[in-house]
């Protein structure tokens, strides 16, 4: 959907396999982390479905995440010089966060910055690797990238809350635990309203109709979160919240 918004000069096909793969890794890579943390008895906190999963099966993931590293660079020999060093900036920063991450303690003050920092990484991989490709980025073209921040911070911290309400006399340490249902819930609203009012602006300032169609799509993408917000209850059996809160970022193909 990046990729469209502004069909200058075709992007490298090679570029979304390398994105996935580097995400894939840094997920797996900190789950395994926070793991040998609870098998080294740094942290007290119980093992989640996912952490339980990542537990049981760490030697053949470090195996996969080793596997999808050789193929990660591989193909990043063959891509075009600007997002190679795009790559090695953002791959510094996501390595140094991850490596802080593992060695700060359950509740330093830091680990508060996840959820932001996590959304502006998340975001910046897929946007940024498309812009490095361009000649010119347009207004709209950051507008819909800002919109995909908010929504991605939206995830986090909503996930947060509802980590929050699955174990209310253990909860996770973050920016939910420190600033409370309330706070976060307004935060949340406010995050929608705001991408909402984005996505629909878009729509009357712009005449090409894949900007548009992808605005209000990167809208009903907030607005499904919202509607998480608003049933928590519903929502956080068998984890629901999960499926639906991570499936929005499939929506944006329904554009294509």
């Known amino acids: 959907m990046a990729t469209r918004l502004s069909d200058v000069t075709p992007v490298d096909w090679r570029t979304p396999i390398v994105l996935a793969l580097a995400v894939f890794i840094i997920y797996t890579i900190d789950r ?52 190679v060093k795009f790559g090695i900036g953002l791959g510094g920063i996501c390595a140094a966060y991850v490596g802080a991450v593992f060695r700060l303690p359950e509740r330093h003050p830091a680990l508060l910055l996840k959820e932001p920092l996590v959304a502006l990484l998340y975001a910046a991989g897929i946007w940024g690797s498309v812009w490095v490709q361009r000649p010119l980025v347009r207004g709209i073209e950051v507008a819909e990238g800002l919109m995909f921040l908010g929504i991605a911070f939206q995830n986090l911290l909503l996930f947060a809350v509802m980590e929050q309400r699955e174990s209310p006399n253990q909860p996770l340490f973050s920016l939910a635990t420190v600033l409370g249902r309330e706070r976060c819930d307004t935060i949340l609203r406010w995050l929608t309203f705001l991408v909402v009012a984005t996505g629909l602006t878009l729509c009357f300032v712009t005449d090409d109709r894949f900007a548009q169609r992808s605005a209000l799509m990167l809208a009903i993408m907030s607005l499904t979160l919202y509607a998480i917000q608003r049933y928590p209850n519903y929502f956080v059996k068998s984890e629901r919240y999960r499926w639906l809160g991570d499936g929005v970022f499939w929506m944006p193909a329904l554009v294509l």
């Open 32 to 83: 395994l982390l926070d793991v040998r943390r609870y098998e080294d008895k740094k942290t007290k906190l119980p093992l989640t479905a996912r952490h339980r999963f990542h537990y049981q099966y760490a030697p053949l993931l470090w195996r996969v995440v080793i596997g999808a590293g050789v193929l990660a660079l591989i193909l990043t020999y063959y891509l075009p010089t600007s997002v």
